[in-house]
């Protein structure tokens, strides 16, 4: 776990990170398994840390604890995918919701800066687009004032099973210009207090399709 750079936080924390960034970025396959000596000792620390970062990773999805044989890397299901996107999708409508009305010229442009970076990206730049496009839905909501329902958001949208998702579908211009559109119609109705059109708009966004996650190349 030597970074070369002092990092104050637990240590649970810190291996947790880990596992679950390599769970995420592909380094541990699903059905791996976790055991709590192995990983210990490939990490350079004690079982306790170890011991509470494999339960925070089982409590995230990423995992399943196997009676008896320890910790299994779960794989990356459709249900998966629906269950964020369908969490998601019911948030941000009640926080738009409430922020109908509220946004400022400035908060209006940016959001606009937004859509137009979003459009220059590589079409195969699944990370970029999904950082563009968790900041466009987070800027969207900034007007809201349920502080408890902004906190919310932002923790799905960083979820690791989030980011797991991002890294499994391969993008495309096709997808990339439908997405810019809906957003553009989320804003283009913003002013004129259309809900019910950035409802549907946001319903768009929400949609994962029909794909099977499980059924994509890996990313390198």
Request: aromatic letters at 4%.
């Amino acid at each position: 776990m030597a970074t070369g750079v002092h990092d104050a936080r637990p240590l649970a924390v810190r291996v947790h990170e880990q596992i679950a960034s390599e769970i995420v970025n592909g380094t541990l396959k699903p059905g791996t398994a976790l055991v709590q000596e192995q990983v210990a000792a490939q990490y350079g620390v004690s079982r306790t840390p170890v011991r509470d970062a494999l339960a925070q990773v089982a409590m995230e999805g990423l995992a399943t604890l196997v009676p008896g044989s320890g910790y299994v890397v779960n794989d990356l299901t459709t249900q998966d995918v629906r269950n964020v996107f369908e969490v998601r999708y019911h948030l941000e409508q009640l926080a738009l919701t409430q922020a109908l009305g509220k946004h400022t010229p400035a908060q209006l442009v940016r959001l606009r800066a937004l859509i137009d970076e979003f459009e220059t990206l590589d079409p195969t730049d699944a990370e970029e687009q999904f950082r563009l496009g968790k900041e466009f839905h987070l800027k969207l909501i900034e007007p809201c004032p349920n502080e408890y329902l902004r906190e919310t958001l932002g923790s799905i949208w960083a979820h690791p099973i989030q980011r797991r998702i991002t890294r499994a579908y391969q993008l495309g211009p096709e997808h990339q210009a439908a997405i810019a559109s809906e957003h553009r119609a989320i804003l283009k109705a913003l002013p004129a207090g259309e809900l019910d059109t950035i409802i549907r708009a946001l319903g768009r966004c929400h949609d994962p399709g029909d794909i099977d996650p499980r059924s994509l190349p890996a990313r390198d």
